[in-house]
């Protein structure tokens, strides 16, 4: 299976900071790798498909890049409507597997 | 507008059965890929299952043999036949459709999820 180890686990920030989250994968991937968003209680939702893609909805604030086996979600002024949990995930093979989240909590 | 939902979880002894379903609307049903994802209580996510419009299925190997994808394109609904049931069977089921105008990808939209809870 294809391992998705996401970093950091958690993270505190302040609403106006930037965040970074990296997504490591223990074999290639090509550019199936998305980045979702999913709030106490409710649904996941994706925010960028395809490695860099936003999908649309999405704030231009979120941004994805990487390649290969390491990707990175970056979200710039964070806003108080993006305390939630993140989660990647690759497509490339089966099983699909899902990194295992990253908390961004309020300092 | 598009639409997902689950219903058919429930509260199942280890070793049950149970049927999920899964009802959509405000898209082609019959030409998209489905997806079945859980998420046991306080964990991260779990692709489980996923169906393509010709019939082919994958499973996560840790369901295999116990769990049913299938579709029913005339009535535009998604199942996941579960049995054999387990303790650590117990997560939220989504249901997830492709991308589709969203943009490539498995997971473009989701349902809001079923409860299954397996305990004796």
């Known amino acids: 299976d294809n391992q998705m180890t996401q970093s950091p686990s958690s993270l505190s920030a302040s609403v106006g900071d930037r965040v970074t989250i990296t997504c490591r994968a223990s074999q290639g991937v090509r550019n199936d790798l998305d980045w979702f968003q999913q709030k106490p209680g409710k649904a996941p939702k994706r925010l960028i498909y395809a490695v860099s893609n936003l999908q649309s909805g999405v704030p231009s604030r979120f941004s994805g890049s990487g390649s290969g086996t390491e990707f990175t979600l970056t979200i710039t002024d964070l806003q108080p409507d993006d305390f939630a949990t993140y989660y990647c995930l690759q497509h490339n093979g089966y099983p699909w597997t899902f990194g295992q989240g990253t908390k961004v909590e309020i300092k | 507008e598009v639409q997902l939902v689950e219903i058919g979880g429930g509260l199942i002894q280890p070793g049950g059965s149970l049927r999920l379903s899964c009802a959509a609307s405000g898209f082609s049903f019959s030409s998209q890929y489905l997806s079945w994802v859980r998420q046991a209580p306080g964990k991260g996510l779990e692709w489980v299952s996923v169906i393509y419009k010709v019939g082919t299925t994958h499973y996560v190997d840790s369901v295999k043999g116990r769990f049913t994808i299938s579709r029913d394109n005339s009535k535009n609904i998604l199942y996941l036949q579960m049995n054999s049931l387990r303790v650590e069977d117990t997560a939220m089921y989504y249901c997830?459709?492709?991308?589709?105008?969203?943009?490539?990808?498995?997971?473009?939209?989701w349902g809001q999820g079923t409860l299954v809870t397996v305990s004796s």
């Open positions: 997830a459709k492709e991308g589709d105008y969203l943009g490539p990808g498995p997971f473009g939209f």
